[in-house]
């Protein structure tokens, strides 16, 4: 199984700030990856697949890039809406996998 | 508007069973493989199970499997996940999920919660 590692688990950032979580499977992955933002107590949302493609609604200051094994999400203007938990996810072979979460924090 | 809604959630006693259903509207639902994610309190998100459109396939993670099955009724657009065994560590929010191309989960429904304790 492909276990996805986030770096890093927590961010302390200010609004404007540039902001840049990491994303790293175990193997490579092409660039099957998503990534999704949680609020408290809400359902996952996706904003970015297939690495770097934005969903529609989502914010252009949301980017993802990556390929094989390294993916980065970034947040070009950090907002205040912006505060919740990321997680990255693949599908290979039909198994998919989250990573563990990095929850961003408002300095 | 794409509409999931999960149900059957509740308090189980350890070793007991629980079947989820996910109520789906909006969308052409045999169309479309769909999957079941959890959240235990507090904890990261779990794919648990998945299945492909036609039902003919299903997939599990290896913390549920020979204990879990996903199913689905394309006549009544309703998923559903059979829980067997129940053990504490089972304890999560559990959210049904819409694929997209194999590869992410497009659309989520506001969840179900599972508690396994005695």
Redesign the interface.
Known sequence: ?IQMTQSPSTLSASVGDRVTITCRASQSISS?L?W?Q?KPGK????LI??ASTLESGVPSRFSGSGSGTEFTLTISSLQPEDIA?Y?C???TN????????TKLEIK | EVQLVESGGGLENPGGSLRLSCAASGFTFSGYAMSWVRQAPGKGLEWVSGISASGGATHHADSVKGRFTISRDNSKNTLYLQMNSLRAEDTAVYYCAKDRHGSYFENWGQGTLVTVSS
């Open positions: 199984d099957w998503a999704y949680q359902a996952p949302k996706v697949y297939a938990t997680y996810q693949q599908c039909y198994l998919c996998s989250f990573g563990q979460g």
